[in-house]
């Protein structure tokens, strides 16, 4: 089976945030979708390591910023290689919130979805949301952010390395050895081994 096949698959990158409490957090996630009009229903799909994950299922809310393709990898960076579990993402309570008091992205963002969640599904590694539609707005006319989008021309290009070892095709981290475990876990982005390359 050729796995990058995977890869013609079409996605696009979202900020997925919450607010427990006092706290508010945000996390990268690629799989944000409506699934049925009438009524108005989305899924969110999130890894369950995410801080993000925990707040949704005790909340039962959250909001998708939906990225720009004027999106900086700063933004990516921010919400996607560190966790809310150590860092306070939003320290200086800077970002507008909805109707639901959850914080959302402005600014690199084109639109947010606000959702209440109605059912989840355990999907092993990750939970899949299925949400209520309760609000939504344009934020500007520029064309949402995909996947392919973001590694050809936000994410850098790796610097040749000089060691042995593999490299994430997704955040671009270094595993340095001969040998890859089968079970490895990207310590940045949470991806398998399947997703990293031998370096050159």
Known sequence: ???????KLTYGLFVL???????D??????????VTTTPNRMIVVVN????????IQRTKKFNVSC???????????????????????TPDGSYPRAENGIMYLKEKACAYISGNVVAETDLGTHTMFLA????????????????????????PVPKPA????????????????????????????KHPASDFERLS
């Open 25 to 34: 957090n945000g996390c990268i996630i690629n799989t944000a979708m409506q």
């Open 67 to 89: 990225l720009s393709e004027e999106a900086t990898f700063d933004v990516f960076r921010h919400f996607g290689f560190q966790s809310g579990k150590d860092t306070d993402k």
């Open 162 to 189: 000089e060691k042995t070892g593999w490299i994430c095709k997704i955040c671009g981290y270094v595993y340095e050895g001969e040998e890859l475990p089968e079970d490895y876990i990207c310590p940045i982005c």
């Open 48 to 55: 369950k390591q995410n801080y993000t994950h925990d707040m």
């Open 17 to 23: 945030t919450a607010r427990d409490g006092e706290k």
């Open 132 to 155: 209520d539609v309760t609000d939504a707005e344009v934020l500007s006319d520029a064309a949402p952010v995909s996947y392919s989008f973001y590694q050809k021309h936000i994410k």
């Open 1 to 7: 089976m050729d796995k990058k096949a995977m890869y």
